[in-house]
């Protein structure tokens, strides 16, 4: 991937997917300084093309990983009408709605991505983590409390 954007700094495609990897890579690691790199290839990528619903549904992710699922609201939000086929767009939608204290759009962002694919697994164990009211570990320090 580092070849094609180093050939070809313009592709935004390539950019997104690096932004995407990274991501998981924070995931996988447990690092979030990826997290932060990917939030950057992200916008990278949408400085490029502001309607790559991958680069979005990357920065949102990066985004949520960083505490900041407010902002990530607004980001998913766009990736779902720039690709409304995309499941992970809906599924970061509703960690970021369910973050932000809005369980009614999160349930329902959550619905739209099991209805996109019914049985990825990812999707079925968040929203079995949402009706118990659990949230990933690494997430719990951003959830807002209610006094």
Known sequence: MNGIIKSSPENSQAIALKAYALNKLANLRKEWKYSQLGLEWAERALALNPDDDIALTSEGWALIDLGRA???????????????????????????????????????????????????????????MMARGEIPSHLKAHKPTTS
Do not use: D, F
């Not at 609201?73 to 939608?93: H, I, K, M, S």
């Open 70 to 128: 407010g902002e990530a609201v607004g980001v998913l939000e766009r990736a779902t009408r720039t690709n409304p086929g995309n499941e992970y767009a809906w599924y970061n939608l509703a960690w970021a709605q369910y973050l932000a204290e809005n369980p009614l759009a999160s349930s329902q962002s959550m619905n739209r991505a099991l209805a996109i694919n019914p049985n990825n697994p990812i999707l079925r164990r968040g929203k079995e």
